[in-house]
């Protein structure tokens, strides 16, 4: 009912920044809570940050909060992840999700993007 592609992944220095895209097509992404999700090598898939359909309700993983945060434009059909104060261990495949509500709980999530490499250098 919807496609995800995430974009804006890259390299950065370490307390360098990035803001990540998620673009929507198919359903509108209205209709849908969002959540960011990352993966690096040999490690599970582990929930960042949701937003819920209206935008007004968000939750976040200990390990990003206060560095990242979780937007959407539901105008533009499309759902963000700024990163601040980047470390070297938050190197990892971003994946973006959607689903029925703003959960942390990965196999919830019904859609997903086939995700962005991040690589934060030391």
């Known amino acids: 009912q919807v496609q995800l592609v995430e974009s804006g992944g890259g390299l950065v220095q370490a307390g360098g920044s990035l803001r990540l895209s998620c673009a929507a097509s198919?359903?509108?992404?209205?209709?849908?809570?969002m959540g960011w999700f990352r993966q690096a090598p040999g490690m599970e898939r582990e929930f960042l940050a949701t937003?819920?359909?209206?935008?007004?309700?968000?939750l976040y993983a200990d390990s990003v909060k206060g560095r990242f945060t979780i937007s959407r434009d539901n105008t533009k059909n499309t759902v963000y992840l700024q990163m601040n104060s980047l470390k070297p261990e938050d190197t990892a495949v971003y994946y973006c999700?959607?689903?029925?509500?703003?959960?942390?709980?990965?196999?919830?999530?019904?859609?997903w993007g086939q995700g962005t490499q991040v690589t934060v250098s030391s």
């Open positions: 999700a959607a689903g029925p509500s703003y959960v942390t709980v990965v196999r919830m999530y019904n859609y």
């Open positions: 937003i819920s359909k209206s935008g007004r309700s968000t």
């Open positions: 198919g359903r509108t992404l209205s209709n849908y809570a």
